[in-house]
């Protein structure tokens, strides 16, 4: 069965350094979403990709994330320089172009902010 | 308008009974209402949708209720497992998708 690929699983790294995480999406899924998850909460969607183009990144905290989807496959979400407060699961889904509420989620990565 | 209310944060139900969780929207261009299933360290998975179009929707012993009018729906467990303890999520999809804050299910053994 397809999934999607997320590394690394867990990441600790000390504030004001610089962080990224890699994600792999279902073959063919043309939608990709990073989401960012704090202990006991519902994700929440930092930016969503249509192919290679952002299509929403409203909730992104452009001064310290960045993401790119240059080939329009596999995406890099980074931060530079890490807070504290980013300490939370930093969730990648994808979907098909039409089912944007059918989203196929990886496993994650655990970030800690030290 | 485009929030996605859920309730309760958390429930404690006997092995056997019915697991209940409510969600409720505001905005009504939503068409699409997923549950998703979270177990610990790993990343929600899709359980079961509805589309506006029809009340009820069972796969299994998982049921959506839906009601347009009231913008309310909700999700059955029914004979609810220990397996079914995990953490249950609702969203509300349409140009975009927005995710209730989660009910953390423990199901007694």
């Known amino acids: 069965e397809a999934e999607v690929a997320q590394s690394p699983r867990y990441k600790i790294t000390e504030k004001s350094q610089a962080v990224a995480f890699w994600c792999d999406p279902i073959?063919?899924?043309?939608?990709l979403y990073w989401y960012r998850q704090i202990l006991g909460q519902g994700p929440e969607l930092l930016v969503q990709?249509?192919?290679?183009?952002?299509?929403?990144d409203s909730q992104l905290p452009k001064d310290r994330f960045s993401a790119e989807r240059l080939k329009g496959v596999d995406s890099t979400l980074k931060i530079q320089p890490a807070e504290l407060g980013d300490s939370a699961m930093y969730l990648c889904?994808?979907?098909?172009?039409?089912?944007?509420?059918?989203?196929?989620f990886g496993p994650g990565t655990r970030l800690t902010v030290t | 308008q485009q929030q996605v209310k859920q309730s309760p944060q958390s429930l404690i139900v006997q092995k056997g009974g019915i697991s209940i969780i409510n969600c409720a929207y505001e905005?009504?261009?939503?068409?699409?209402f997923p549950w998703y299933q979270q177990f610990p360290g790993k990343g929600p998975a899709l359980l079961i949708a509805?589309?506006?179009?029809?009340s009820e929707k069972k796969e299994g012993r998982f049921t959506i209720s839906f009601n347009k009018s009231a913008k309310q729906f909700s999700l059955h467990i029914m004979d609810s497992q220990p397996g079914d303890s995990a953490t249950y999520f609702c969203?509300?999809?349409?140009?975009?998708?927005?995710f209730g804050k989660g009910t953390r299910l423990h199901i007694l053994p």
């Open positions: 969203a509300a999809s349409g140009d975009k998708i927005i």
């Open positions: 990709f249509q192919d290679e183009s952002v299509v929403d």
């Open positions: 509805i589309r506006p179009d029809v």
């Open positions: 073959s063919g899924h043309a939608t």
């Open positions: 889904a994808s979907s098909t172009r039409q089912g944007l509420g059918e989203q196929y």
């Open positions: 905005n009504t261009a939503f068409d699409y």
